[in-house]
């Protein structure tokens, strides 16, 4: 019998997953259902061969811990394979055409995982693959990330709908993708960042028009204090990323008075979450203190990628979504 989560995913076959704007609510309530199943039955011992005979090729211009090793056991337990393509070690990294490469992959995998700079090139990828494209990763997003994140706050609190999620750091892909998909699921979203590091505007009114619609608050900002109290998960990043090291030091002087320490964290709610997407500079961006406490859930949403993408690519590339 299908399920409601089955029957919403049924249109999803063939989608590329850029950002969270191409995601209904009811889309996105079904990939955490199907998430979160697709643990459990991992936890029971079940097979989840959905994916048997395909392959997903996953190009890597940005190094990787997460990414790379939940996508491919990812696709290994749901009886697919995984091509890792260093960006280095092939033609796109000698100057053949992101289109061209697009092409050419189409022809010998079922999907396509990207984990690189900028976002443009991922759209490039999309609108000339004839399968479905996955943004692993780029500078203004990252919606692997949050999907997980997601499935752990659920997981924690029991639902999403009315709660609160807090970011406090730079404004970037992490609180991009948090600020495009907390109003889809129901929650209200505040950030704070210094001055001169705030999130895209354009994303911020995204996040103002998904949140008019559910009756939910955006607030961006200077103050962290504002940003936390009262929130029931506290969210940070590293100050500098990838392609950033350059600005380190001039980053750790601004960003100081935004570390997430034992302080900040008794403005938020009682048994507030701290979450971070990891790696981690402890003792910068957040405390050895906090991160290291009961109330944080860092290694359970880094679990929980492998689920949630999980999820994202049966829903993506499975012929087999009715049998779930």
């Known amino acids: ?59 890597f211009e940005k190094a990787s811990t997460r990414t790379r090793v939940s996508f491919e056991v990812a696709m ?43 976002h443009d090139k991922v759209e490039e990828l999309a609108r000339h ?24 706050i659920a997981e924690r609190k029991g639902a999403l709908k009315g709660l609160t999620i807090s970011y406090v750091g730079d404004g970037n892909n992490m609180a991009h993708s948090i600020l495009q998909a907390a109003p889809l699921v129901g ?12 999130p895209k505007e354009a994303i911020i009114e995204q996040a103002r ?47 100081a008075p935004y570390q997430v320490n034992a302080e900040m964290m008794k403005l938020a709610a009682k048994g507030a979450l701290f979450m971070h997407c990891l790696p981690t500079h402890r003792g910068e961006e957040v405390t050895a203190a906090v991160i290291d406490a009961p109330g944080s859930v860092v290694f359970d949403q880094a679990e929980n990628r492998l689920h949630a993408q999980k999820a994202l690519l049966v829903a993506t590339m499975s012929d087999q979504l009715r049998e779930w």
């Open 76 to 118: 290994f337990e749901l009886g697919g394979h995984a091509l890792f393509l260093s960006g280095g070690a092939t033609q796109i990294g000698r100057g053949e055409t992101v289109a061209d490469t697009a092409q050419v992959l189409s022809r010998y995998v079922h999907g396509i995982m990207i984990r690189t700079f900028a």
């Open 209 to 255: 028009v998904f949140a008019k619609q559910v009756n939910t608050e955006v607030w961006v900002g200077h103050d962290p204090a504002v940003a936390v109290a009262g929130a029931d998960a506290v969210y940070t990043d590293v100050w500098a990323s990838m392609g950033q090291e350059a600005e380190a030091e001039t980053r750790k002087r601004v960003f």
């Open 1 to 59: 019998m299908e399920t409601a989560a089955a029957i919403a995913l049924q249109g999803f076959k063939g989608r590329h997953m850029l950002d969270f704007t191409s995601l209904s609510r009811k889309e996105l309530q079904a990939l955490l259902a199907l998430a979160a199943d697709l643990k459990e039955r991992r936890k029971r011992g079940e097979p989840t061969p959905y994916l048997q005979g395909k392959s997903l090729g996953m190009i």
């Open 187 to 198: 929650m209200n979203v505040r950030v704070a960042t210094p001055e001169g590091y705030e």
């Open 129 to 152: 693959a004839t399968v479905p494209v996955i943004n692993g990763l780029t500078d203004d997003h990252h919606p692997c990330q949050v999907l997980a994140d997601l499935q752990t």
